[in-house]
């Protein structure tokens, strides 16, 4: 599933079609349209262009303008990609993947999203008022949320920290990947009491989080690098790269979750 890392990445793409004149939108599936349709989509894309793009979490937000700034009146293209979405700047001669949905083409170039299981998709938002409705509910984006701001939206309810961690609502961009890797290099289990930490476990889970942000975002994904619990998930028998004892399974708020005994007990 795209996480936090993941949709940076997408926002670079984004920001390659920025400034550049649209001059065709191809919806080869409206299935993953939602709440337009294939015409409005183009009616509001042709002839205007991307201004820069931002993301909040694990959503992309491209802004349309067709003057030489995006007006709040203006609207917005919003991308989210749920299990297997993604986007790519592609050479238009390039041969299309047979699970590209949408295409936004820009001369020589295609922007081009893609999701095998169409779990969410595109929006078309009338103004910049909508896109704050949209995601109003949403917490804080997780690579910008300070250590205060972390701690005191974990303790507001008593709930197991992991799926915690991944309540969009309580900090947005966090998913399975990146809550197990978190925990398991700031050494905290994943079934702890969000109110049963101390303030070591506190200031250590904050420092986890934004260092495994940066380097997952450098690299454009969670990365499963030989040092990180996430290169060793996968198998059948996998040991802890930090300690060699044979790592736990279970599930946490629906999702497998996976943790050391050793170096997070309970």
């Known amino acids: 599933m795209p996480e936090l890392p993941d949709v940076e990445g997408f926002r670079r793409v984004l920001r ?16 993953v349209l939602r709440g337009v349709d294939a015409g409005e989509l183009r009616d509001a894309l042709m002839g205007a262009t991307f201004a820069a793009p931002r993301r909040h ?18 609207p917005s293209v919003v ?3 749920g299990m297997t979405g993604s986007l790519t ?7 299309r993947h047979r699970h590209d949905r949408v295409t936004v083409g820009a001369g020589s170039r295609e922007l081009r999203y893609r ?14 008022d909508a896109v704050t409705d949209l995601l109003h509910d949403l917490g804080p984006d997780a690579a910008d949320v300070d250590d205060v701001e972390l701690g005191e939206r ?45 303030d070591a476990d506190r200031r250590r889970l904050y420092d986890r989080l934004h260092a495994v942000l940066r ?17 060793h998930r996968d198998g059948p028998d996998d040991t802890c790269p930090r300690c060699g004892a044979h790592l736990r399974r279970t599930r946490l708020g629906g999702r497998t979750t996976v943790w050391c005994p050793r170096c997070q007990p309970t």
């Open 16 to 31: 390659k079609a920025a400034g550049r004149t649209i001059d065709r939108v191809d919806v080869l599936d409206a299935g």
């Open 57 to 74: 979490g694990k959503w992309l937000v491209g802004p349309v303008r067709a003057g030489r700034r995006h007006r709040r009146d203006e």
């Open 79 to 81: 991308f989210h990609f």
């Open 89 to 95: 700047w592609s050479s238009a001669d390039a041969e």
């Open 115 to 128: 999701d095998l299981r169409k779990l969410q998709g595109i929006r078309l938002l009338p103004d910049d």
């Open 154 to 198: 974990l303790g507001r309810r008593p709930r197991r920290l992991k799926p915690a961690l991944m309540d969009q609502t309580v900090v947005a961009g966090l998913g399975n990947l990146l809550a197990d890797e978190i925990l398991w290099q700031a050494r905290i289990h994943p079934g702890r009491g969000t109110r049963d930490l101390t």
């Open 215 to 231: 380097r997952s975002t450098r690299a454009g994904r969670v990365p499963g690098w030989p040092s990180w619990l996430t290169g």
